[in-house]
């Protein structure tokens, strides 16, 4: 109910190889989109006027990043091999690897720069 009010969330999983970190995302990404989309929806039926002739435009974003980073290194997964990653603070690139960096400050915590 808070990512639908307008806060972030993240899924995050970090382990050894083999561990299950892509099978755990894969089971519960679903999962939680399917939550938050349901979380909306019912903010947006409970917005609506009850009587009204006149239908009301409910406009709401939702914005996904699926990453990797692995040995301090960012990869977009959803770019597909080939294709160009989505435009990004820096210079967008024809493959997936990014030159963001891990990084970590006082404000803003744990982000991709």
């Known amino acids: ?64 990043s699926f990453v990797e980073i692995f040995n301090e290194s960012v990869s977009d997964l959803l770019v597909v091999a080939g294709d160009a990653p989505l435009p990004t603070p820096k210079k967008a690139k024809a493959s997936s690897r990014d030159d963001r960096k891990v990084a970590e400050d006082d404000n803003n915590g744990v982000s991709l720069r």
């Open 1 to 64: 109910s808070a990512v639908a009010a307008g806060y972030n969330g993240t899924l995050f999983t970090y382990g050894l190889t083999g561990s299950g970190k892509t099978h755990t995302v894969s089971r519960l990404a679903p999962l939680l989109l399917g939550e938050v989309f349901t979380a909306l929806d019912k903010e947006a039926q409970v917005d609506a006027p009850v009587e009204s002739s006149k239908k009301r435009v409910v406009s709401q974003k939702v914005m996904a």
